[in-house]
């Protein structure tokens, strides 16, 4: 019984508890992967995903109504115990110093969650959009006698760069036939090197925003939706935060005069440099030409 009923599951508002075994289902199913693979001396991938944070938010027993921070809160609680069991099992088991781990997320907290939802911090607005709130994500990797603990990189990095990373770290070269959007991240993992590259934001398939190194152009802007029922509201990605000509109600076509940000200075991407302005200008004479 995963204790999750109704349409809109544990988070809805017909009485449900918020109450669920799922996450620890999960975790057992992970780690009697990992012990079946270690005992059989076979090389393994495992891919974990906990969705307890993402709405309807849920926990089992044992950590639910536990944290201050709600549900939600109950919610982290548990998938930090999970990860902990996780790391354990490959201490345990001895293959630690063969493992590679790396822990991040998909998108940014959801900020039209509210309270049951995440918070982005400094950064604007929240999944769904292309500004840091929605895109930067935690990145932590792990591998004991390999990465050196307690570091921190300004490498920029995206999900598809764990693909060809996991291809390096097997040995196995990435296809040639096709372009590989992913760089392999070791040489900044083990070495500490910095890899210049650009990425690219994207909203379905149109190209958002670019970044290169300090600075990123947004060639749209769109931080809203209409409403379905009611298509005169707007439901909002950036809860509680209003930057002039930034935050916007229709999605805005800025690909004459892309809006720039120093990232670097302004991680919250409220003041735009003056189009005018020196730094504007070198800034896309290095991003025009991608």
Same mark, same amino acid.
């Not at 993992?189 to 190209?207: C, F, H, K, S, T």
């Given at each position: 019984?995963?204790?999750?009923?109704g349409?809109?599951g544990? @988070?809805?508002?017909?009485?449900?508890?918020?109450?669920?075994?799922?996450?620890?289902?999960?975790?057992?199913? =992970?780690?009697?992967?990992i012990?079946?693979?270690?005992?059989?001396?076979?090389?393994?991938?495992?891919?974990w995903?906990p969705?307890?944070?993402?709405?309807?938010?849920?926990?089992?027993?044992?950590?639910?109504?536990?944290?201050?921070? =709600?549900r939600?809160?109950?919610?982290v609680?548990?998938?930090?115990?999970?990860?902990g069991?996780?790391?354990?099992?490959?201490?345990?088991?001895?293959?630690?110093?063969?493992?590679?781990v790396?822990?991040?997320?998909?998108?940014?907290?959801?900020t039209?969650?509210?309270?049951?939802?995440?918070?982005?911090?400094?950064?604007?607005?929240g999944?769904?959009?292309t500004?840091?709130? =929605?895109?930067?994500?935690?990145?932590i990797?792990?591998?004991?006698?390999?990465?050196?603990?307690?570091?921190?990189?300004? @490498?920029?990095g995206?999900i598809?760069?764990?693909?060809?990373?996991?291809?390096?770290?097997?040995?196995?070269?990435p296809?040639?036939?096709?372009?590989?959007?992913g760089?392999d991240?070791?040489p900044?993992l083990?070495?500490?090197?910095? @890899?210049?590259r650009?990425?690219w934001?994207?909203?379905?398939?149109?190209?958002?925003?670019?970044?290169?190194?300090?600075?990123?152009?947004?060639?749209?802007?769109?931080?809203?939706?209409? =409403?379905?029922?009611?298509?005169e509201?707007?439901?909002?990605?950036?809860?509680?935060?209003?930057v002039?000509?930034?935050?916007?109600?229709? @999605?805005?076509?800025?690909?004459?005069?892309?809006?720039?940000?120093?990232?670097n200075?302004?991680?919250?991407?409220?003041?735009?440099?003056?189009?005018?302005?020196?730094?504007?200008?070198?800034?896309?004479?290095?991003?025009?030409?991608?």
């Amino acid at each position: 019984d995963t204790g999750l009923t109704g349409d809109e599951g544990a @988070q809805g508002e017909s009485g449900e508890t918020g109450e669920s075994n799922i996450s620890q289902i999960f975790l057992e199913e =992970g780690l009697s992967f990992i012990e079946s693979q270690v005992k059989a001396e076979t090389p393994f991938f495992l891919y974990w995903t906990p969705d307890a944070t993402h709405g309807p938010t849920y926990a089992s027993p044992m950590f639910h109504n536990k944290s201050i921070r =709600g549900r939600y809160g109950d919610a982290v609680m548990e998938m930090d115990y999970c990860v902990g069991r996780i790391l354990d099992t490959l201490r345990q088991l001895q293959v630690d110093q063969d493992t590679f781990v790396f822990f991040t997320s998909d998108n940014g907290a959801a900020t039209y969650s509210k309270i049951q939802g995440g918070d982005n911090g400094p950064f604007l607005c929240g999944k769904e959009t292309t500004y840091e709130g =929605g895109m930067r994500e935690p990145g932590i990797a792990w591998w004991p006698g390999t990465i050196k603990p307690g570091q921190i990189t300004h @490498q920029l990095g995206t999900i598809m760069d764990l693909f060809t990373t996991s291809l390096s770290i097997a040995g196995i070269k990435p296809p040639s036939d096709r372009i590989i959007d992913g760089i392999d991240l070791t040489p900044t993992l083990i070495a500490g090197n910095i @890899q210049e590259r650009p990425v690219w934001y994207y909203r379905g398939d149109e190209m958002m925003a670019v970044r290169v190194g300090a600075y990123k152009a947004h060639y749209w802007l769109w931080t809203e939706f209409k =409403g379905k029922k009611q298509p005169e509201t707007y439901f909002s990605f950036c809860q509680g935060q209003l930057v002039p000509n930034v935050t916007v109600h229709d @999605q805005v076509n800025h690909t004459a005069d892309p809006v720039v940000f120093n990232i670097n200075r302004d991680p919250g991407e409220k003041y735009p440099l003056g189009q005018h302005s020196a730094e504007y200008k070198a800034a896309m004479k290095v991003i025009s030409p991608i």
